[in-house]
C-alpha cells in the first residue's frame, strides 16, 4: 500500500507543463528501480493529487485507477521511456476488475498490495493475468502461508527492508529462494543498508538511496461523463458499430485516446490506422467498454461542458468530411473521406494536449496522408484543411486559390461550412 511520505523531499523535480490548479494536468509519481549494475529497469509510478502533489491516498481502488489513467494519459514514452516497465500498484478491487487489460502488458509489472487478501479467486485472477503475458509483484512482502500459491505465480517480490530486522530478513530471504522469484529491496536509503540487501542476493533496488520520487505531468482530455455514458452503453447493448463510430466522432477527445489505446504496445499493431472504424474494429468492444468504465472511474469532477478548442476540432472534422464527400462525388479518391475527419480533428491536438504536434504525431500510427496533412499541409487532406483554416480566419483570397483546379466551389464550401455549423452545434447542445 502507497502510505503518505511526509519527509522533504518526498516529491521533486516535476515539468511544469500546467499550474497545479489546472484541472486538465495530470500528475504521476515514479521512483527508478535498478538492477545490481545500477541500471534503471523500471519505475514505481505512484498515485499523486493534484491539490497536494503528495500521495493521499484515502481509497486504494480510486488511486490505483486514477494512476492507471494518468498513465495512458501521459503516455508510455514519456512517463517510462522506451525500454523500461511501470510498476502499477493495484488492490483487490482493480486486480479482479478488467481495467488492468487497458495497460500493454509487455510494459507494466502489476504490483499486488499487501492490503489483498490471498483466496481462490485472487489466486485464479493472478494465475490468468500471468498466463495472458503480465508480470506480477508483491509489494511489501512479510510472509504468511496464504502467500504461498502466489509465490508460485508471481515474478518479482518486493520486501521493505525497513519493517524487518536482519534475523527476519535472512529468514525472509531464504525462504523466497525457493520460488523463481526476483527479489527486490524497497527502502534503501544508505550504502550500508544497499551493502547488507547485496549480500542476501536482492536482484532489484529501489529507495532514497538512489533517487526519490519525481513527479511527471500530462494533460488531460476531460470528456463529458455524458458521453462516456452514452458510450458504454452502446457497447454494453452491441450496437451497430456506426453507431458507436459516430459518438467517437463527436467527441474529439475520445478518437484521440483511442488512437493512442490501438497504438500502444499492448494491441500490437503493425498497420497504419485510416479510420475511426478500422481503429474501433481492432480495438473491440470489449477493451472500449474497459476504456469507458476507466474513465467514469477516474474523471470525478467533470463538468460536462465543451471546450471551444473541442467544438473547433469536432467542426473541422465534420467539414472536411463532407468536403471530402463533395470531391469523391466528382472524382476525388473515395478513401479520403475516411481520412479527412480523422485528419480534422486532430489537427488542435497539439493546443488540446499542450505539447507539439510531432510529438502528438509520433504516438500514432497514422497513415501516411494524414501526417504530411497535419505536419505540412501535403495531399489533398492537406489542401482540404487548409481550406477549413482559411475560412475559419476568413481569408478569401486564399480560399479561391485553393479552389482553383479542384472540384470544389465555393458553393460547396459555404453548404459544408452550414452543415458543419449546424452539426456542432447540436453536439454542444446535447452536453
Known amino acids: 500500500m502507497e502510505k503518505k511520505d511526509n519527509r522533504p523531499g518526498a516529491v521533486t523535480g516535476y515539468k511544469e507543463q500546467g499550474s497545479v490548479d489546472d484541472q486538465n494536468t495530470v500528475f504521476i509519481g515514479r ?4 538492477d545490481k549494475r545500477h541500471r534503471i529497469i523500471g519505475f514505481e509510478l505512484l498515485f499523486r493529487s493534484a491539490d497536494s502533489l503528495d500521495a493521499n491516498v484515502i481509497d486504494n481502488t480510486e488511486a490505483s485507477v486514477r494512476t492507471i489513467s494518468n498513465f495512458l494519459n501521459i503516455g508510455l514514452q514519456d512517463l517510462i521511456g522506451k525500454r523500461e516497465k511501470g510498476f502499477l500498484n493495484v488492490g483487490t478491487e482493480v486486480l479482479l476488475s478488467d481495467i488492468l487489460e487497458l495497460v500493454p502488458k509487455d510494459r507494466v509489472v502489476i504490483e499486488l498490495l499487501e492490503t489483498i487478501e490471498v483466496n481462490p479467486e485472487v489466486i485464479s485472477r493472478c494465475r490468468k493475468l500471468k498466463a495472458e503475458g503480465y508480470s506480477l509483484a508483491l509489494d511489501d512482502f512479510i510472509y504468511e502461508p496464504a502467500y504461498d500459491p502466489l509465490l508460485e505465480i508471481v515474478d518479482i517480490v518486493k520486501v521493505d527492508i525497513l519493517q524487518m530486522t536482519p534475523t527476519s530478513m535472512r ?20 550504502q550500508s543498508q544497499y551493502d547488507d540487501v547485496l549480500s542476501l542476493g536482492f536482484d532489484l533496488f529501489q529507495g532514497y538511496y538512489f533517487a526519490k520520487p519525481t513527479l511527471v505531468t500530462g494533460k488531460r ?3 463529458s461523463r455524458v458521453a462516456v455514458l452514452k458510450l458504454l452503453e452502446q457497447v454494453l447493448v452491441e450496437t451497430d458499430v456506426g ?8 467527441n474529439p477527445h475520445f478518437t484521440y485516446n483511442l488512437l493512442r489505446i490501438v497504438n500502444s504496445v499492448a494491441m500490437g ?9 478500422q481503429a474501433i474494429v481492432l480495438l473491440g468492444r470489449d477493451q472500449i467498454k474497459r476504456w469507458a468504465q476507466l474513465l467514469l472511474f477516474s474523471d470525478k469532477n467533470t463538468s460536462g461542458s465543451v471546450s471551444p478548442l473541442m467544438q473547433t476540432a469536432a467542426k473541422r472534422g465534420r467539414l472536411m468530411e463532407l468536403l471530402a464527400e463533395e470531391s469523391a462525388n466528382n472524382g476525388l479518391s473515395r478513401g479520403v473521406v475516411d481520412l479527412a475527419f480523422m485528419t480534422g480533428i486532430l489537427s488542435l491536438i497539439d493546443a488540446l494536449l499542450g505539447k507539439p504536434l510531432e510529438e502528438v504525431i509520433a504516438e500514432l500510427s497514422l497513415a501516411e496522408e494524414v501526417q504530411a496533412a497535419l505536419l505540412t499541409r501535403e495531399g489533398e487532406l492537406g489542401k482540404l484543411l487548409m481550406l477549413t483554416e482559411k475560412l475559419e480566419q476568413g481569408e478569401f483570397d486564399d480560399i479561391l486559390t485553393l479552389l482553383e483546379g479542384s472540384c470544389l466551389e465555393l458553393g460547396h464550401l459555404f453548404a459544408a461550412e452550414q452543415k458543419a455549423s449546424a452539426w456542432t452545434n447540436r453536439l ?3 452536453f
Open 31 to 34: 521512483q527508478p528501480i535498478l
Open 171 to 190: 529468514e525472509t530471504v531464504d525462504r523466497l529462494k525457493r520460488y523463481p522469484v526476483t527479489l527486490l529491496a524497497e527502502k534503501v536509503e544508505d
Open 221 to 223: 482530455l476531460d470528456p
Open 243 to 250: 453507431e458507436v463510430e459516430r459518438t467517437f466522432k463527436e
Open 269 to 277: 499493431v503493425r498497420q497504419n490506422i485510416e479510420s475511426v472504424r
Open 428 to 430: 454542444v447542445d446535447s
